[in-house]
């Protein structure tokens, strides 16, 4: 770790186990500052009768970040209004962070 930074800027290793969706939420919300509202499908597969729940990506405040199997759709309005969709979980992620912190 390098000085003044902390363990959520290091890159994760190619040989750590692949992100779950509850990590990468997490890791969102954490760099929103904002609490990730949102429930997994409780269903085996999707009708038009079973998907009437908001479901995950949700950030109150702040918008949507959804992550449909690798590919990840961001569409907040705050801190910065951000339009985007990214493959891949840590890009997205990366992606956020320098966002983010451009400002800063």
């Known amino acids: 770790m390098q000085p003044g930074g902390s363990e959520r800027t290091q890159v994760r290793s190619l ?9 990468f939420y997490a890791e969102c919300a954490a760099l929103l500052g904002a609490q990730h509202e949102g ?5 085996y597969k999707r009708t038009r009768w079973n998907n009437r729940k908001a479901g995950r ?22 801190p910065k209004p ?8 840590e890009e997205a992620l990366v992606f956020l962070q320098t966002e983010l912190n451009d400002g800063v």
């Open 15 to 23: 040989w750590a186990a692949p992100m779950t969706l509850e990590d």
């Open 39 to 43: 429930e997994a499908f409780p269903y």
């Open 57 to 78: 990506g949700r950030f109150p405040g702040c918008g949507l970040i959804r992550a449909y199997g690798d590919v990840v759709q961001i569409h907040l309005h705050s």
């Open 82 to 89: 951000i339009v985007m969709q990214i493959a891949g979980l």
